[in-house]
């Protein structure tokens, strides 16, 4: 019997917040991330996660197992690349090291003994598979962006009543046990400022909201200032001539519960120097939201 999974990442920013996943059906996947990574970080987990996932089941580890991935990056590293990279003890052709060197190791060690056959698929072409796994991944990174646990799934046991919609696995995880309060994450900060200059959470008015204050204050590079409204109706994707370049970004804890942030945005329209007030809004161990942001022209 052949299990066909399909593969995938998804970085906000990439790198930045990023997720990872594996689709077999609703009732069979699993998905995860961290709150900074790369797209090509999260491909690799998937498929490192699916080998190890099924290797660990008694109904799935000695059976063929077709990957279908969108990544031609992660098909060559297994398939052509890496035989070459072992024998030179995991450097390249020019003698760089090979990047995402321990992930590369633990999909070689997964590989062994297994019969494992990869497929490359087009990515955001309407194929069914690589979209659920494409949506699960994207809203992993998604939770990590606005703080929270991300839906890991069912894996391969199911788990009826486990969400399986892409809206579902966006919503936040129930934790295993209470945490105790802890100060305010200073690259936590770092990683939601990022996440508001990407498309996933520009073009998602519900992903944004997440990461706002209700009494936010914004005051823009031309001098107006926009409460928490206005500010999420500017919002949009940022595309081709629009897109910003993020960066010299530095946070540092300025009060208990209080990130400070400051980066610089370049883009068509000039450069603008950033600040941001994060701050926690609820109970002590609740995620951090923009309070307060103010741009400047850089000149």
Known sequence: MTITAAADGSALGNPGPAGWAWYIDDDHWRAGGWPHGTNNMGELKAVLDLLESTAAHPATADEHLLILCDSQYVINSVTKWMAGWKRKGWKKRDGKPVQNVELMQAIDAAMQGRDVD???????????????????????????????????????????????????????????????????????????????????????????????????????????????GAFLDSLAPLRGFDRLDVSDVVAESVADGAVLVRSRASGPYGTTVRTSLWVRHGSGDSPLVLRHHQQTRHH
């Open 118 to 228: 990869f497929q490359w698929v087009k990515g955001h072409a309407g194929h069914p598979m690589n979209e659920a796994a494409d949506a699960r991944a994207n809203a992993a990174a998604t939770a990590y962006s606005a703080g929270r646990s991300p839906v890991t799934g069912p894996g391969l046991d199911g788990a009826p009543g486990t969400p399986s919609s892409p809206a579902a696995a966006a919503a936040p995880a129930e934790p295993a046990a209470p945490a105790e309060p802890s100060g305010p994450s200073v690259d936590d900060a770092a990683t939601r400022e990022l996440a508001l200059y990407t498309d996933e959470v520009r073009g998602n008015r519900e992903f944004a909201e997440a990461l706002l204050h209700p009494d936010l204050c914004v005051v823009d590079s031309t001098g107006a200032v926009l409460d928490r």
